[in-house]
């Protein structure tokens, strides 16, 4: 049974993100719901809960499908190009968010440095 915190916050969030007039994040949509402003800065505590991550799911299965329209736009072509580092950034978000509102993890602890090499044929 969700709380009325929970309620709150799954209407925000559905109301609000994805919206051209919203200007809130989600750690003001978390304030905005009750929550504490310690919960606002690390929402991942409240969007691991299942009764959150149920009443998201439709949400971030729709995030899901455009992020996946937005890889099936990459080509070897666009890459080289200024629009692929902007389908990059929209398929980051898209992740990230996905992430963020199923309850995964957003970050992988101990992880400092990553290093990616081309080859080029």
């Not at 929550?35 to 971030?60: C, D, H, R, W």
């Not at 329209?69 to 950034?89: E, V």
């Amino acid at each position: 049974m969700a709380t009325l915190q929970q309620k709150k916050l799954i209407k925000l969030i559905l109301e609000n993100l994805g919206s051209k007039k919203n200007k809130k994040t989600l750690g003001e949509l978390v304030l905005d719901a009750g929550y504490k402003p310690s919960m606002a800065k690390n929402p991942y505590q409240i969007f691991a809960s299942k009764t959150i991550k149920e009443g998201l799911k439709p949400f971030v299965n729709e995030l899901e499908k455009k992020r996946k329209l937005a890889i099936s736009k990459l080509s070897a072509g666009k890459l080289t190009k200024a629009s692929a580092r902007d389908i990059s950034y929209i398929v980051d978000i898209l992740t990230k968010n996905i992430q963020l509102l199923s309850g995964k993890e957003t970050d992988i602890v101990g992880l400092t440095k990553i290093e990616i090499t081309f080859k080029e044929k």
